[in-house]
């Protein structure tokens, strides 16, 4: 204030620079695409939805109004004030393994009040006599022994038994003394979804007279589920998820009105459960595009003030077993986008959920990820923290209009029950997990910990398995579980051998000219657990290699170097090589016609297809 500037005149930043324009930007990005080797679009990423994602947005870029949070189309949140002060509900979900007796039950009740202690809020319980891995409807009792249920409310999931197990859950919240207008949470019932798991059809209109005998006596309490894991979970995209779940409310709306509900009050008795994954960006604008298309559905249907129940749930697809503490960072970058994303319930799964039941340490690990983003973090302190971002607005637009392409393709043809009937939903959903199995093989769509920097002396997590439930529906597929299975060939050999696979890498040129493509060969054989060995010389002669190979134990070989050292020696080496026993001589780059090589690796390679090809060579047994 020394230089005699005005109190509360305005700071104008940088306001001496020019304001450079779009066009200057571009000039400069196409500078460094000149130089690296390449077109504009190389900077553009298409979705499995065929979304393109641009590499700027800017206020040019026009989106549609996202209106104000709270209200229609309550793409901004479902509430005013957002999760500001209450946070989001955090949820725990909590299944059983086999042979489920009154020792299980007592130890699961400690696992429910050790996590409402650590801060979970409400319950998700897997439940029914008839399926492996939930806890029997006569053990109810003793697994909420000292809940509140006033306080936690509980959500069932009980495939086809959700009446029974309703009844026993509202008998023991009545011997609990919570009012019948206090009970909250979500009785579970979801037959389209058992439909889709099961490939048994079931009966979508007595869910609806169940829902509608219970409305009015229990009206903070929902009764459907609209689940899109199991979309999901068989390799679908974001809006093949959205678009089924769309149809699914669609047709218990349909069932509760005839039932004999008004839309209004049978759209508050739905819940949605979407996936949330590691992609951030399109995990937020799927909640806030799905808010958007139930929106519009509902206000078709002459009940626009209802806004979209959420709980999202970190993706089991995307978790993996191999170096499963790598889940912990993708389930706390889901969570994050859940909570951005305006979820009003969150589940993280344990990073062991794809190995078997979790542990104390996984539960509170689990819990403490939504604990710190939400007290820590103060993820919940600002309303729709992603709004006005002109990226995430185009992309909420884009994912709205392609999830509303494919209800309106499932109501074509005849609703969610007929496609899943006529399995040609099914199909749509595995082409896209062919689509995204190329890539996955190709390491386009990296897994961290598994196709990219894979440890191979990781150690073991051991859990009781899991039951595997049901089949005879849509399939579960996880990202990893191919180069899963060939780390499981390699640890089967090493526990019969003593020792793990290997291949040779045989370094050419000097050690400056070959670390890069040697680093990347010993990346890319170690997802398949192949161990590489690298003799580490630098400037290597031919006889050096030989020698080194020899005493390596292996007969497959990859030449690692530069270009130029690949010019003046490869052939000479991968000659050297066979003759000293190689079976097999890879080069790791571009495929060329140099005699001796069989194969090649490198950016963009079918990484499955070498890998398993590797091990046959190395008499890895299946």
């Not at 839309?263 to 799905?290: G, H, P, S, W, Y």
């Amino acid at each position: 204030m020394s230089n005699g500037a005005e109190v509360g005149a305005e700071l104008a930043l940088a306001a001496e620079f020019d304001a450079p324009s779009r066009r200057d930007w571009e000039r400069l990005v196409e500078k460094v695409l000149d130089r690296v080797g390449g077109d504009w679009d190389r900077l553009v990423t298409t979705t499995y939805d065929g979304i393109e994602i641009q590499p700027l947005y800017t206020v040019d870029d026009p989106v549609p109004p996202a209106g104000l949070p709270g209200l229609p189309p309550f793409v901004r949140g479902a509430r005013p004030d957002g999760h500001v002060l209450t946070g989001w509900d955090v949820r725990a979900r909590y299944d059983v393994g086999e042979n489920f007796d009154e020792s299980a039950a007592a130890a699961l009740n400690e696992a429910v009040l050790t996590d409402l202690d650590g801060g979970v809020t409400s319950l998700w319980l897997r439940v029914g006599d008839g399926e492996d891995g939930a806890v029997p409807v006569s053990s109810l009792d003793a697994v909420l022994q000292e809940v509140r249920l006033d306080l936690a409310p509980i959500v069932l999931d009980a495939g086809e038994e959700y009446e029974r197990a309703a009844q026993a859950l509202l008998a023991l919240c009545s011997e609990h003394g919570v009012p019948d207008t206090e009970v909250a949470g979500n009785l579970g019932a979801d037959p389209i979804g058992v439909h889709a798991r099961t490939g048994r059809a079931q009966d979508v209109s007595a869910a609806a007279a169940f829902t509608a005998k219970v409305a009015e006596r229990y009206p903070k309490l929902s009764t459907l589920v609209a689940d899109g894991l199991p979309y999901h979970e068989a390799g679908g995209s974001d809006a093949q998820e959205l678009g089924a779940v769309l149809a699914t409310a669609v047709a218990y709306l349909r069932a509760a009105t005839e039932a004999g509900l008004d839309v209004a009050t049978a759209a508050a008795r739905i819940e949605f459960r979407l996936a949330a994954t590691t992609d951030q960006f399109n995990t937020i604008a799927k909640l806030r595009a799905a808010r958007r298309a139930w929106a519009r559905v509902l206000e078709v249907c002459g009940a626009p003030g209802i806004a979209m129940r959420q709980h999202a749930v970190t993706s089991p697809a995307m978790l993996t077993r191999r170096d499963p503490e790598v889940n912990l960072l993708r389930t706390t970058v889901a969570c994050f986008a859940a909570g951005v994303g305006g979820a009003d319930a969150v589940t993280v799964l344990p990073f062991d959920h794809a190995i078997g039941l979790p542990d104390k340490f996984s539960r509170r690990l689990a819990r403490n990820t939504q604990a710190i983003l939400l007290e820590e973090s103060k993820l919940a302190n600002v309303i729709d923290p992603a709004g006005g971002s002109w990226y995430v607005e185009n992309l909420t637009d884009a994912l709205a209009h392609a999830a509303w392409d494919e209800f309106t393709a499932i109501e074509k043809a005849g609703g969610i029950e007929a496609e899943l009937a006529s399995g040609a939903l099914a199909d749509r959903l595995a082409d896209t997990w062919r689509r995204r199995s190329r890539r996955i093989a190709t390491r386009r769509d990296p897994i961290t910990g598994v196709s990219e920097f894979p440890l191979l002396d990781e150690n073991t997590v051991e859990r009781t398995p899991r039951p595997a439930g049901q089949g005879g529906g849509l399939p579960r597929v996880r990202y990893a579980q191919d180069y899963e299975r060939l780390r499981d060939r390699s640890d089967a050999h090493l526990a019969e051998h003593g020792s793990r696979p290997k291949v040779f890498l045989a370094t050419l040129g000097p050690l400056a000219q070959h670390t890069a493509r040697a680093t990347f060969a010993a990346n890319l054989f170690q997802a398949g657990g192949i161990e590489p060995v690298n003799p580490g010389l630098a400037d290597p002669s031919v006889e050096d290699l030989v020698a080194a190979f020899r005493d390596s134990g292996t007969p497959v070989a990859c030449l690692c170097g530069s270009d130029v050292a690949y010019g003046e020696s490869a052939e000479a080496v991968a000659a050297a090589l066979r003759s000293a026993g190689a079976t097999t001589v890879l080069l790791a780059g571009k495929p060329a016609d140099i005699d001796g090589v069989t194969g090649y690796v490198h950016t963009g390679c079918d990484a499955l297809a070498v890998l398993s090809d590797t091990l046959d060579t190395l008499g890895v047994a299946q």
